[in-house]
Antibody, heavy 118, light 106 residues
Framework: EVQLVESGGGLVQPGGSLRLSCAAS????????MSWVRQAPGKGLEWVSL???????YYADSVRGRFTISRDNSKNMLYLQMNSLRAEDTAVYYC????????????WGQGTLVTVSS | EIVLTQSPATLSLSPGETATLSCRAS??????LAWYQQKPGQAPRLVIY???NRATGIPARFSGSGSGTDFTLTISSLEPEDFAVYYC?????????FGGGTKVEI
């Protein structure tokens, strides 16, 4: 059974850093397209970042240069390193797996809340 | 950036009725459009991919159509569990974008 479990969210001050983790089970992270999608409170979905099985990475303009997506194949984990956080980064962050190495998000975790506030 | 515009923002219907949701793209996305369902407090769930293909476990009352810039998600004979927010998403180029959502409410 495919499972995705996010962790690492919390309260952080503006300008601070946070690393989100996504523990995957039931499949191999390195063989799949993996992504982060966020949702600000009461708002819609916003794609954040993606890594393909071939290791190519992509970012939304709003986070490029501040966020870094990565994976640890030995631990079957996906990460999102978030630096220079802003109030507008406040959101629930979901980890998602693409269908057949595409950006059709077939499986989702339950999300982890990141709050950027002083 | 491809902008996806969903309409209507809210659809008020009763169980048993048919819901017709629209997603319009600012430029062609071919058939590379997906629909997701999200209920309060839950993660999104893939409903339709590549415009018209039902995801695993999705009932046949859900159907998708369209190509290019105009897409429709139809939910025939609404069940109580279908009341939720629905988002469309393209995967044609970068950045990936989602529509603003349509809330299907009773």
């Amino acid at each position: 059974e495919v499972q995705l479990v996010e962790s690492g969210g919390g309260l952080v001050q503006p300008g601070g850093s946070l690393r989100l983790s996504c523990a995957a089970s039931g499949f191999t992270v390195s063989s799949n397209c993996m992504s982060w999608v966020r949702q600000a409170p009461g708002k819609g979905l916003e794609w954040v970042s993606l890594i393909y099985s071939g290791s190519n990475t992509y970012y939304a303009d709003s986070v490029r240069g501040r966020f870094t997506i990565s994976r640890d194949n030995s631990k079957n984990m996906l990460y999102l390193q978030m630096n220079s956080l802003r109030a507008e980064d406040t959101a629930v962050y979901y980890c998602a797996r693409g269908r057949r190495d595409t950006s059709v998000f077939e499986y989702w975790g339950q999300g982890t809340l990141v709050t950027v506030s002083s | 950036e491809i902008v996806l515009t969903q309409s209507p923002a809210t659809l008020s219907l009763s169980p048993g009725e048919t819901a017709t949701l629209s997603c319009r793209a600012s430029q062609s996305v071919s058939s590379q459009l997906a629909w997701y369902q999200q209920k309060p407090g839950q993660a999104p769930r893939l409903v339709i991919y590549d415009a018209s293909n039902r995801a695993t476990g999705i009932p046949a009352r859900f159907s998708g159509s369209g190509s290019g810039t105009d897409f429709t998600l139809t939910i025939s004979s609404l069940e109580p569990e279908d009341f939720a927010v629905y988002y469309c998403q393209h995967r044609t180029n970068w950045p990936l974008t989602f529509g603003g959502g349509t809330k299907v409410e009773i």
